[in-house]
C-alpha cells in the first residue's frame, strides 16, 4: 500500500511541477490537500509518513472517530471540506484546522462560538449545476464582512467545486471566476482542482489541491 501510495505522489508531483512551470509559479505557493474521506486512519498515518501535512475529510462523524488515532501527528493540519450543518458546525470547529465550506452566516458565528481559532474559507456557488452547498456570488460580500467580524476565524480564502465533466478545461471558467472575487476582497487563499483538473487550477491561481482519487485510488462507497 505505502509502495502505491508513494507512487502515486510522485505521478502527482510531477503533474503539479509540469502545470507550475507552463504558470511561472513555484511549488511553495501549493498546497496539497490530501482528500482521505472514506479511508481509515491508517491511510492519512500512511500518507503522512510520506511528507504530506495537510488532509481533508468531508464527514464530522466520521473524522470524529479517526481523529483519536491522528492525534500524534505534528503539524498536520486537518480542512474540513464538506456540507457543514449547523448542528455540526461547533464539532468541527473542535476536530478541523481549516474549515474551507462556510456559506452562511449563521454556520460561521457558530464555529466562532466553539471558541477556538480556525482558519476559514468561503464555498461560493459558481453555477445552478453545482453542489446544493456554498454562497452565491452576490451575497459573497456580506458574508465576507460577517465572517471577518468574527472573533475566532481567520478567512483566509475562498473554495469552490465546478460541476463534474471528464474535460478539465469545462472547469477553467469557474476557477478563473474564484480568482477575481478573491483578488477583489483580498483574500489570498483558493481552494479549486481536484484530481482530474488540479492543473488547470494551478494556471488559474489555486493555491490549496484538493485531491484524493489520485492519491489514494478509488472510494467505496460508505
Ligand atoms: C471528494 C472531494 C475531493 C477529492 O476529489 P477527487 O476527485 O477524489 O480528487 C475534493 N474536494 C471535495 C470537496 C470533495 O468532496
Do not use: C
Request: charged share 30%; hydrophobic share 40%; aromatic share 6%.
Amino acid at each position: 500500500m505505502v509502495t502505491m501510495l508513494r507512487q502515486r505522489l510522485e505521478l502527482i508531483e510531477e503533474r503539479i511541477g509540469r502545470a507550475l512551470s507552463r504558470a511561472g509559479r513555484k511549488r511553495p505557493e501549493i498546497t496539497l490537500v490530501a482528500i482521505t474521506k472514506v479511508f481509515p486512519a491508517e491511510t492519512v498515518r500512511e500518507a503522512y509518513g510520506l511528507g504530506l501535512r495537510d488532509f481533508g475529510e468531508n464527514y464530522v462523524q466520521e473524522f470524529q472517530s479517526k481523529a483519536p488515532r491522528l492525534a500524534d501527528l505534528p503539524g498536520a493540519r486537518f480542512h474540513f471540506v464538506g456540507r457543514l450543518q449547523s448542528n455540526k458546525a461547533r464539532r468541527a470547529a473542535e476536530l478541523f484546522q481549516v474549515i474551507e465550506t462556510i456559506d452562511s452566516g449563521k454556520i460561521a458565528r457558530k464555529i466562532s462560538e466553539a471558541g477556538r481559532s480556525v482558519e476559514a474559507m468561503i464555498e461560493v456557488k459558481l453555477s445552478p449545476e453545482q453542489a446544493k452547498s456554498g454562497v452565491d456570488p452576490e451575497h459573497l460580500a456580506a458574508l465576507i464582512e460577517a465572517v471577518r467580524a468574527l472573533p475566532n476565524l481567520d478567512l483566509t480564502g475562498l473554495m469552490t467545486m465546478p460541476p463534474w465533466s471528464e474535460d478539465a478545461e469545462q472547469s477553467r471558467p469557474y476557477f478563473r471566476r474564484l480568482r477575481g472575487l478573491a483578488e477583489a476582497h483580498g483574500l489570498r487563499s483558493l481552494s479549486m482542482g481536484m484530481s482530474h483538473d488540479f492543473e488547470v487550477a494551478i494556471e488559474e491561481g489555486a493555491t490549496h489541491l484538493r485531491v484524493g482519487t489520485a492519491l489514494f485510488g478509488p472510494r467505496q462507497r460508505q
